[in-house]
């Protein structure tokens, strides 16, 4: 980016002295240096930019596309042709987007910045999660879509990939009440087949009641370390719907208590076993080192077709991005072939400019914050619980607390959420499992409860608030209602 030689030559036909040329050279050169290894390895820098670092460097990639090129002659439809400098700013001057109408990261000529920086957001992508466990990676891409979505287009692919799930119409779908992975399954026009979890402790006491075995040893193992007030889905009766139909599995790493991660270990054996797919939903669990180990592991010991994350909730970026990442390349590329068109830059960009700031220093940092304020959380959870006669339930989630809510009434239970609301608290769930059918993941919990989190980019003093206002809230509730 910077010719040495050349910027010495010129600053020096001033009338300053060489000595100070060659001083100011330092100060130019960190400011560029950086910009070049991230251009020449394509790694994310350990030592996160300034923005100013940052600007420049977008300004010099969004200078190598067509729109930006005062001289071009402009005769197609598609142009990056704006109404006002406003969107050029929004745009960081990305404006043609990304991508060609059959392939979502095809290099496209009249965006040659653009293209660098797509290619550089799926470097990146792998490069992280490469460094936080998913070591059996093979490729990774960013795309400019959310979790749900990002889905429906990962097992479009898949499907596209292998002839012989090509003809295959179901979805093995192990229950998370989320709503958009369930319309991802309904766009891609695969059948539905949600397999219901059951409750930690009645699974528990059906095991010990049965004969043991490593499977049995096994499954209470897991049970136990990840909470007995979770909801699991054994993988018995998930081997048990797989029939000549099934196309695959889409299972869930992170999500809200009390739905415990699936052993996904286990299912992707089940999928190498039977031949047929398995994509996992990691929506926020990048940030746990637990499923980030889970997938590795899962990856090496049976087949794992594609993991997707979502980037807002992993890299501190604004809403819209996800990333796919596989241990086949050949799954990547099929899967950006399956998108239909063009597409903003906007998510890629975010990510690209989030790690560039973050640095993997800065990540590393924002992780370690995130796991001493889930601890803090469930520290302070409990001292409420103590003081409201309610209990932490045992769910060893890795970014949530959930509390019991036995001694509120249905309509206290049912005015809580508003009352946070007007607290000024968000994020909280409150679910009475009496009323309301989709919320635990299963039939029948048998605890109202709240659930908190902790997660990535949060800081001390929400976790703090947050639980100051919730026993607000509940006394409030309980009087108002009582
Ligand atoms: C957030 C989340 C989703 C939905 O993400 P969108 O980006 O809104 O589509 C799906 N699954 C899980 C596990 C999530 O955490």
Redesign the pocket.
């Known amino acids: 980016m910077l010719d040495r030689k050349k910027i010495l030559e010129m600053l020096e036909t001033f009338p300053i002295a060489s000595n100070m040329v060659q001083r100011g050279m330092v100060g130019l050169q960190s400011f560029i240096k950086p910009m070049e290894i991230v251009l020449t390895q394509r790694t994310i820098p350990e030592k996160g930019w300034s923005d100013t670092q940052i600007r420049f460097f977008l300004e010099f990639l969004a200078n190598l596309d067509s729109n930006n090129d005062p001289q071009a002659m402009r005769i197609g439809e598609r142009e990056a042709r704006v109404s006002t400098p406003i969107l050029y700013d929004l745009t960081a001057g990305f404006i043609h987007g990304i991508g060609r109408s059959g392939n979502l990261k095809a290099a496209q000529p009249k965006a040659v910045g653009g293209s660098i920086l797509n290619s550089l957001s799926d470097s990146f992508a792998l490069n992280i999660l490469k460094k936080h466990g998913l070591k059996s990676l093979q490729g990774a891409m960013t795309v400019p879509m ?4 990002t889905l429906m287009l990962a097992i479009k692919g898949i499907l596209h990939q292998f002839s012989e799930l090509t003809n295959k119409t179901q979805l093995i779908f192990p229950r ?1 009440d ?1 709503n ?2 369930r319309k991802a399954i309904e766009l891609t026009g695969l059948e539905n087949v949600t397999i219901e979890s059951i409750y930690g402790k009645s699974l528990l006491d059906n095991y010990r009641t049965l004969k043991k075995n490593k499977y049995i040893e096994d499954y209470i193992k897991f049970i136990e370390t990840h909470g007995t007030d979770a909801v699991y889905i054994p993988i018995q009766v998930i081997r048990d719907r797989i029939t000549k139909k099934t196309f695959g599995v889409l299972s ?1 790493t ?2 809200f208590p009390p739905r415990a991660p699936d052993n996904i270990i286990e299912i992707a054996k089940l999928a190498k076993e039977h031949n047929i797919a398995h994509i996992i ?1 990691n ?2 669990g990048v940030q746990s080192t637990t499923f980030m180990k889970m997938i590795e592991q899962a990856m090496r010991g049976g087949r794992v077709d594609a993991i997707v994350q ?1 980037t807002d ?1 992993n890299f501190l970026t604004p ?1 819209g991005g ?1 990333i796919i990442a596989s241990p086949n390349k050949e799954t990547i590329r099929k899967i950006s072939e399956a998108y239909a068109g063009r597409a903003n830059a906007a998510p890629i960009l975010h990510f690209v400019v989030s790690m560039l700031s973050l640095g993997l220093n800065g990540f590393q940092q924002a992780l370690q914050a995130q796991e001493e304020n889930r601890s803090l959380l469930e520290l302070e959870l409990n001292n409420l619980a103590i003081q409201l006669n309610e209990m932490v339930l045992d769910v060893h989630n890795p970014i949530a607390c959930m509390m019991s809510l036995k001694n509120l009434t249905y309509p206290q239970i049912e005015a809580l959420g508003g009352f946070l609301y007007n607290l000024r608290v968000t994020g909280p769930r409150v679910v009475n499992p009496k009323t309301k059918d989709f919320g635990p993941s299963t039939q029948s919990y048998p605890h109202p409860y709240i659930v908190m989190n902790a997660a990535i980019g949060s800081r001390r003093e929400d976790i703090i608030g947050a639980i100051s206002n919730l026993k607000k809230a509940y006394l409030q509730v309980q009087q108002k209602f009582s």
């Open positions: 959310g979790t749900g979505m998370m989320h958009s992975p869930t992170s999500f939903n929506g926020y979502s909730k809403v996800a």
